[in-house]
């Protein structure tokens, strides 16, 4: 890689991580062009002789935050052999990451993807996030018998409705009231789905 080039990825990156910091501390609706361009020590004029535009650069935070995220979850888990139980562990750390990153699950989650992405492929990256942490675990519990496929799609697809719907109202809502008592719903909820 030439110099140029070398030089382009970098300022590519300082404009990545500030978009990815105001997300982080602020929320998406802190980010705009001149608040990325001044915590990236750069005017805003510059941010267009790399990125389209503003979409373009969430669209990147939403990858990076994804590879956070399983970096997270698959932490938590790899000391677990593949099947059921993995699943409930594993819909369970994506539920623990959502409730330390809550400007992701905001990012993810609730705005409209028109006002984030101009692409379709960014609504798969984010629909497919927890399926994707549990591929193996549902083709070993599939190969194995616990499920049918015809089954276990139908199981993944209310696992991630409910899951999401739970930290909805839980970070919009704080229903229920306490912390505890919504971990425990959380785990009422894996589990009824699951068995």
């Known amino acids: 890689m030439n110099n140029k080039k070398i030089q382009e990825e ?11 910091n105001i997300i982080k501390s602020e929320g998406i609706s802190n980010v705009s062009t001149r608040n990325i361009a001044n915590e990236a020590g750069y005017s805003y004029a510059t941010l267009y002789n790399y990125f389209k535009d503003v979409k373009e ?3 990147y935070c939403v990858q990076d935050f994804q590879e956070e995220g399983e970096i997270f979850i698959l932490g938590k888990v790899k000391e677990l052999s593949f099947g059921k139980e993995r699943i409930k562990s594993i819909s369970q750390a994506y539920v623990d990451f959502f409730l330390e990153y809550p ?4 990012l993810f989650y609730l ?3 028109s006002d984030v992405s101009s692409t379709k492929q960014i609504a798969h990256l984010i629909t497919s996030f927890l399926d994707r942490m549990s591929k193996a675990d549902w083709e070993y519990c599939i ?3 616990i499920y049918t496929r015809e089954n276990a799609e ?5 696992l991630n409705f409910a899951i999401n719907g739970a930290l909805l109202i839980y970070l919009n809502r704080k229903t229920p009231e306490s912390y505890t008592e ?12 699951l068995d």
């Open 10 to 20: 970098r300022i590519k990156g300082y404009f990545i991580e500030a978009t990815k």
């Open 57 to 59: 650069l969430v669209f």
């Open 103 to 106: 400007n992701y699950f905001e």
């Open 111 to 113: 705005e409209r993807l």
């Open 143 to 145: 190969k194995n018998n």
């Open 154 to 158: 139908q199981i993944k697809s209310q």
């Open 182 to 193: 919504f971990l425990q719903v959380v785990e009422k909820l894996i589990n009824g789905i």
